[in-house]
Nanobody, 120 residues
Framework: QVHLVESGGGLVQPGDSLSLSCQAS????????MGWFRQNSQVEREWIAS???????EYAGSVKGRFTMSRDEGANTAALTMTSLNVEDTAVYYC??????????????WGQGAQVTVSS
């Protein structure tokens, strides 16, 4: 089993910065990557960033240049640093990890979500 715990989030003003953290635990031998999605009432779950086979993170166009994802492979953690936040960034942010099992099937596991609210 794989378990993810997110921390961070909260209420900030437009232009502020905020960081989220994600700690994965369990059977992570076959880990293939980690990343973040977000979801709000107006948009379906939207992919934000990920680090997979390649060490360089990839970003959605909506956050590129403002958000930075990092990953500590040894600690099985991921972080998302968000800058220049605007009201459109308000959402629940979900961390995920992709793990290949002994059956060669890659499964995605999700964190519990962290609320980020940007409001003046």
């Amino acid at each position: 089993q794989v378990h993810l715990v997110e921390s961070g989030g909260g209420l900030v003003q437009p232009g502020d910065s905020l960081s989220l953290s994600c700690q994965a635990s369990g059977d992570l031998i076959g880990i293939r990557g980690m990343g973040w999605f977000r979801q709000n009432s107006q948009v379906e779950r939207e992919w934000i960033a990920s680090i997979g086979r390649w060490p360089e993170p990839e970003y959605a166009g909506s956050v590129k240049g403002r958000f930075t994802m990092s990953r500590d492979e040894g600690a099985n953690t991921a972080a998302l640093t968000m800058t220049s936040l605007n009201v459109e960034d308000t959402a629940v942010y979900y961390c995920y990890v992709d793990v290949m099992g002994t059956d060669a099937v890659i499964r995605r596991y999700w964190g519990q979500g962290a609320q980020v609210t940007v409001s003046s």
